[in-house]
């Protein structure tokens, strides 16, 4: 048990939060939070108007460094006989979990513990409070706000830096203090507004919201559910207890989350895994894909009253379509002009496709046959036949917005935690299904632009 005469202005403003919190410290083998590994956790828990103290040494389960052995005094002898932080999670996890988690430098300290837990095979996510970020908005007239300048900056004692528990402690130290210069009230109010993301609403049932602290910051679909167990809806994410978080602090919260008792979390290698799980679960649970207002638009070809295939450009709605869509595209002008360049291209007839201008009267003589470019025989009975054919041919070579010139890609979407990978196929801007449909969403295009960004190393272009 901590003293809680040291912090007692602290302990108070973090009670008045009305959740527990946890100021962590953590030391690593490096920085890379994919490739370094936890060396030491130390924790000062507030809740319910006690504070506990908590650290343990970690086994990496690589070698330490001697730079890191000189900047924290850890080294492979002191671990060697440490717990795995598998073996840790069971212990740790009810005290993070639910629970604030306030850091200096806290996306440091929360990524390397988000994924930890990860690796142990355990999900966690929590609301947490940078103290940088704090000490920016408190003290905007200084320019260092790292551990070391506020350390000298306010005189405080500290044991042995780069150690965590003297880390937490002096942390701690530092926030008692800035509560009794900058006043309680504005204290709470800058803690407040710089948690990321924000504490659960209060309105939320009690299991719900214990459900929601429970859900990783990961890729994945979370499906909302009533009190009778019906599916009420699904959200594909890329962070998911971040994303469900905001979402629910939204000024108008999605009309499902008042009415959710439960939810469920179907994990995804990546976010277009998650899309491409989320088209299943739709289809699993007979539910209808929601719109987001965004238009996105296709091209689709109608035979006319003498059997030719006319192109019509309409919204491609969200859900799955049996046929891959012929092109996407952002606007109808866009469109118009791209299919008139295919047509050109294909040596297709534009009247035939009603690709004419405006302008151009109906009726009046196609002025490729006026001008003497076309020979008429694209109007006959074979002609309308043999554009028809082509048209089908060549209608997947219709432009895909933001594709750069692709029109059927594979991408592969990778865990660096666990190695597990996907390979997925997508095509005039939809995403190929196990059944052989084609699924859109108006999420999809961000998610493959992003992609195309990362280039070869994440997109493989088939055609």
């Known amino acids: 048990m901590a003293q809680a005469s040291r912090w007692p202005q602290l302990a108070a403003c973090f009670a008045r939060l009305g959740m527990p919190?946890?100021?962590v410290d953590l030391e690593t083998t490096g920085g890379n939070m994919y490739e370094d590994r936890v060396t030491e956790v130390a924790l000062l828990r507030f809740e319910g108007g006690k504070i506990t103290q908590h650290q343990w040494l970690?086994?990496?389960?690589?070698?330490?460094?001697?730079?890191?052995?000189?900047?924290?005094?850890?080294?492979?002898?002191?671990v060697a006989s440490a717990p795995v932080f598998t073996e840790l999670a069971p212990m740790l996890l009810p005290l993070l979990r639910g629970t604030l988690v306030v850091a200096h430098n806290s996306r440091f300290?929360?990524?390397?513990?988000?994924?930890?837990?990860?690796?142990a095979g355990v999900c966690f996510a929590a609301p947490a409070l940078c103290t940088v970020q704090l000490s920016r908005r408190l003290y905007p007239e200084f320019h260092k706000h790292n551990l070391d300048s506020i350390i000298e900056r306010f005189d405080l004692a500290v044991e042995s830096r780069h150690r965590a528990m003297a880390d937490v402690l002096v942390l701690a130290d530092f926030l008692e203090k800035s509560i009794a210069q900058a006043g309680a009230q504005a204290w709470d109010e800058h803690s407040r507004a710089l948690m990321n993301p924000k504490m659960l609403p209060?309105?939320?049932?009690?299991?719900?919201?214990?459900q929601i602290y429970a859900l990783p910051d990961?890729?994945?679909?979370?499906?909302?559910l009533d009190a009778r167990g019906q599916v009420l809806a699904l959200a594909a994410h890329e962070k998911t207890f971040y994303e469900t978080a905001t979402a629910l602090h939204a000024k108008q919260p999605p009309v499902y989350t008042q009415q959710a008792?439960?939810?469920?979390?179907?994990?995804?290698?990546?976010?277009l895994h998650a899309l491409w799980l989320k088209a299943q679960l739709l289809a699993e649970y007979h539910l209808r894909p929601s719109e987001s207002g965004r238009t996105y638009l296709t091209v689709q070809f109608a035979?006319?009253?003498?059997?030719?295939?006319?192109?019509?450009?309409?919204?491609?709605s969200n859900g799955s379509h049996v046929c891959r869509p012929n092109g996407l595209f952002l606007h109808k002008k866009k469109a118009r002009q791209a299919l008139v360049e295919w047509a050109h291209a294909h040596l297709l007839c534009p009247a035939s496709l009603d690709l004419l201008p405006g302008t151009y009267a109906k009726g009046q003589p196609c002025p490729l046959l006026a001008a003497g470019q076309c020979s008429g025989q694209c109007q006959g009975e074979a002609g309308v036949q043999a554009q028809n054919k082509r048209i089908g041919e060549q209608a997947a070579w219709l432009p895909v917005a933001d594709w750069g010139g692709a029109?059927?890609?594979e991408i592969t979407e990778r865990d660096e935690l666990s190695g597990q990978s996907v390979a997925l196929r997508c095509a005039g801007g939809a995403l190929e299904l196990p059944d052989g449909r084609w699924y859109f969403d108006d999420a999809l295009p961000a998610v493959l632009k992003a992609k195309f960004k990362q280039g070869k190393k994440a997109v493989k272009v088939l055609g």
């Open 21 to 23: 919190v946890a100021v």
């Open 109 to 119: 300290d929360y990524t390397f513990l988000r994924h930890e837990f990860r690796r």
């Open 58 to 78: 970690v086994n990496p389960e690589q070698p330490i460094s001697p730079f890191i052995t000189r900047l924290t005094g850890i080294d492979d002898e002191m």
């Open 407 to 409: 029109h059927e890609v």
């Open 202 to 210: 209060a309105r939320l049932p009690a299991a719900l919201a214990a």
């Open 218 to 224: 990961a890729h994945g679909v979370l499906v909302w």
């Open 261 to 271: 008792a439960s939810v469920r979390f179907v994990p995804a290698l990546g976010p």
């Open 303 to 316: 035979p006319d009253e003498r059997a030719r295939l006319q192109a019509r450009i309409v919204p491609l």
